[in-house]
């Protein structure tokens, strides 16, 4: 029998969820290599909001399939990202976030799991990301009230 609500995360997912200077600072050569990082060494904006464009859909789609029998699940995944950030806990927000990859039986991609190294990146990766969870709920709220209707407990996407 599958365990469907079990999560896996690789500790490789939350390395940069640390206070060792030495893991911080390959994490932070990694993210100028992949250009998140400008040359001042500050976060680049546009390829934060790059990331959270090519991430979020994907991942709210399967999320939403994967919760879809479990009362208010996607509702509570939202409100649970979003009292993490109203609180400004942006490493529990990422925390969260790799929890709920390892749940859909995925890996935190590389772009994103770096990007606890910074502060500043990942307060606005996690404000991109809740901008774009916002977006993805208003857009397919109708979706998730029809098929709550029908009785089938998932939209057809």
């Given at each position: 029998?599958?365990?469907y609500?079990?999560?896996?995360?690789?500790?490789?997912?939350?390395s940069?969820?640390?206070?060792?200077?030495?893991?911080?600072?390959?994490?932070?050569d990694?993210?100028?290599?992949?250009?998140?990082?400008?040359?001042?060494?500050?976060p680049?904006?546009?390829?934060?909001?790059?990331?959270?464009?090519?991430?979020?859909?994907?991942?709210?789609?399967?999320?939403?399939?994967?919760?879809?029998?479990?009362?208010?699940g996607?509702?509570?995944?939202?409100?649970?990202?979003?009292?993490?950030?109203?609180?400004?806990?942006?490493?529990?927000?990422?925390?969260?976030?790799?929890?709920?990859?390892?749940?859909?039986?995925?890996?935190v991609p590389?772009?994103?799991?770096?990007?606890?190294?910074?502060?500043e990146a990942?307060?606005?990766?996690?404000?991109?990301?809740?901008?774009?969870?916002d977006?993805?709920?208003?857009?397919?709220?109708?979706?998730?009230?029809?098929?709550?209707?029908?009785?089938?407990?998932e939209?057809?996407?």
């Amino acid at each position: 029998m599958k365990k469907y609500y079990m999560s896996f995360v690789d500790f490789s997912e939350i390395s940069n969820v640390t206070a060792d200077e030495e893991q911080l600072k390959k994490s932070r050569d990694r993210m100028a290599e992949l250009g998140l990082l400008t040359e001042k060494g500050n976060p680049s904006l546009s390829q934060i909001n790059s990331i959270v464009l090519s991430v979020s859909s994907p991942f709210f789609d399967k999320l939403r399939k994967r919760l879809s029998r479990r009362s208010g699940g996607f509702q509570q995944v939202h409100d649970t990202f979003q009292k993490l950030n109203n609180r400004k806990e942006y490493l529990g927000f990422y925390l969260y976030l790799s929890i709920l990859y390892g749940f859909l039986e995925w890996q935190v991609p590389e772009r994103v799991a770096v990007l606890p190294a910074v502060p500043e990146a990942i307060k606005a990766f996690v404000g991109d990301f809740m901008s774009a969870f916002d977006h993805y709920m208003e857009n397919n709220s109708s979706e998730s009230e029809e098929a709550e209707e029908n009785g089938t407990g998932e939209a057809d996407i």
